[in-house]
């Protein structure tokens, strides 16, 4: 009887280890938040501050932007240069490749903790792109890990006792093709290492290349939660998407097609079309100091929620889509 008792704490020792606490379907009829690259409408995108920031907020995903550093290292950033984030045109000048940009695959991990992060600019001018978020070279920011993102938000998991999701985006597969390296190879590892294995883990996989994701999902017959990203046309590969897929991230305006003759916004058939195969649909960015033709960011999201009635949102500003949705529940 001890011997098989042992055995069994043996066991679930070594199984916990690495794991998630709860399991969770994606939930389907609650309207999820998405924080693009942590809180970045506050802190500078990608982050630990900027993800500690979405997390109190209340998000329900944070995002992840993942590409490989020289030593096989998943670094958290949105582009797979440097110099738009970071100081490295100061500290590695002569590791500039002939196009003028500093690639990421060019360093080693312990050469990019060594780069500060900022509030992201113009590497021409230095000027901040949004220039209302927080000022650019202040304080101090680093790179890290996508390993090291993921105990950050699983030590949080622990220490509020909430489930929070990961969102990582495999960054430019065929870049990392043509560098010598399969990235979403080291990608499922390294989520397969912290537990997320399937559709109830609490993970949701994206990326823009089609082509990658039917791989991700037939070749390396991986279980978990897949997000088609689209920019243009996506209806007519829907049927196919959904063959591979869980969901689609479109850009929002491929969903909200500008104004009819009485003023009122005009809705595609995109989303309604997804849903008729089941597929989620996750749009993209919505940014309260980047509205475009909406009046205001409570419009937007009203159009965009429950008029077109996506899924979910990835917002650089959290607080307010949370914000939001509690008022219309
Ligand atoms: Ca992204």
Same mark, same amino acid.
């Given at each position: 009887?001890?011997?098989?008792?042992?055995?069994?704490?043996?066991?679930?020792?070594?199984?916990?280890?690495?794991?998630?606490?709860?399991?969770?379907?994606?939930?389907?009829?609650?309207?999820?938040?998405?924080?693009?690259?942590?809180?970045?409408?506050?802190? &500078? *995108?990608?982050?630990?501050?900027?993800?500690?920031?979405?997390?109190?907020?209340?998000?329900?995903?944070?995002?992840?932007?993942?590409?490989?550093?020289?030593?096989?290292?998943?670094? $958290? =950033?949105?582009?797979?240069?440097?110099?738009?984030?970071?100081?490295?045109?100061?500290?590695?000048?002569?590791?500039?490749?002939?196009?003028?940009?500093?690639?990421?695959?060019?360093?080693?991990?312990?050469?990019?903790?060594?780069?500060? $992060?900022?509030?992201?600019?113009? &590497?021409?001018?230095?000027?901040?792109? /949004?220039? +209302?978020?927080?000022?650019?070279?202040?304080?101090?920011?680093?790179? %890290?890990?996508?390993?090291?993102?993921?105990? /950050? =938000?699983?030590?949080?998991?622990?220490?509020?006792?909430? +489930?929070?999701?990961?969102?990582?985006?495999?960054?430019? &597969?065929?870049? %990392?093709? @043509? *560098?010598?390296?399969?990235?979403?190879?080291?990608?499922?590892?390294?989520? +397969?290492?912290?537990?997320?294995?399937?559709?109830?883990?609490?993970?949701?996989?994206?990326?823009?290349?089609?082509?990658?994701?039917?791989? =991700?999902?037939?070749?390396?017959?991986?279980?978990? /939660?897949?997000?088609?990203?689209?920019? /243009?046309?996506?209806?007519?590969?829907? *049927?196919?998407?959904?063959?591979?897929?869980?969901?689609?991230?479109?850009?929002?305006?491929?969903?909200?097609?500008? @104004?009819?003759?009485?003023?009122?916004?005009? =809705?595609?058939?995109?989303?309604?079309?997804?849903?008729?195969?089941?597929?989620?649909?996750?749009?993209?960015?919505?940014?309260?100091?980047?509205?475009?033709?909406?009046?205001?960011?409570?419009?937007?999201?009203?159009?965009?929620?429950?008029?077109?009635?996506?899924?979910?949102?990835?917002?650089?500003?959290?607080?307010?889509?949370?914000?939001?949705?509690? @008022? +219309?529940?």
């Amino acid at each position: 009887m001890y011997r098989f008792l042992i055995l069994f704490l043996m066991l679930s020792v070594s199984c916990s280890e690495h794991q998630p606490e709860q399991k969770v379907e994606i939930q389907k009829n609650k309207k999820v938040v998405i924080a693009h690259r942590g809180a970045s409408g506050y802190l &500078p *995108e990608h982050t630990l501050p900027a993800k500690a920031m979405a997390y109190a907020m209340g998000a329900d995903y944070l995002e992840q932007d993942v590409v490989l550093s020289k030593d096989d290292v998943l670094v $958290v =950033i949105h582009d797979i240069h440097l110099e738009t984030v970071t100081d490295v045109a100061k500290k590695f000048p002569m590791k500039k490749r002939k196009d003028g940009k500093y690639y990421v695959i060019d360093f080693t991990f312990e050469e990019l903790k060594q780069l500060n $992060v900022s509030e992201r600019f113009d &590497p021409a001018t230095g000027k901040a792109v /949004f220039p +209302n978020r927080f000022p650019v070279f202040t304080s101090a920011f680093k790179l %890290h890990s996508l390993q090291e993102e993921i105990e /950050f =938000i699983q030590g949080l998991n622990i220490s509020t006792g909430k +489930n929070i999701g990961i969102y990582p985006e495999i960054k430019d &597969p065929a870049f %990392h093709r @043509k *560098e010598g390296k399969d990235i979403s190879k080291i990608v499922l590892k390294v989520l +397969n290492d912290y537990g997320y294995k399937t559709k109830k883990d609490n993970c949701i996989l994206q990326c823009f290349d089609a082509k990658e994701l039917k791989r =991700i999902r037939n070749e390396y017959k991986s279980e978990l /939660f897949l997000v088609q990203l689209t920019e /243009f046309k996506t209806d007519e590969k829907l *049927e196919e998407i959904a063959t591979y897929a869980d969901g689609i991230g479109p850009w929002y305006y491929q969903i909200i097609d500008g @104004k009819d003759k009485n003023g009122k916004w005009k =809705i595609t058939n995109l989303v309604a079309n997804a849903h008729k195969l089941n597929l989620t649909v996750h749009a993209y960015t919505f940014r309260a100091d980047q509205l475009g033709d909406f009046n205001s960011f409570e419009e937007l999201l009203q159009v965009a929620l429950y008029e077109a009635n996506v899924d979910g949102v990835f917002t650089d500003f959290p607080d307010k889509a949370i914000g939001f949705i509690d @008022k +219309n529940k």
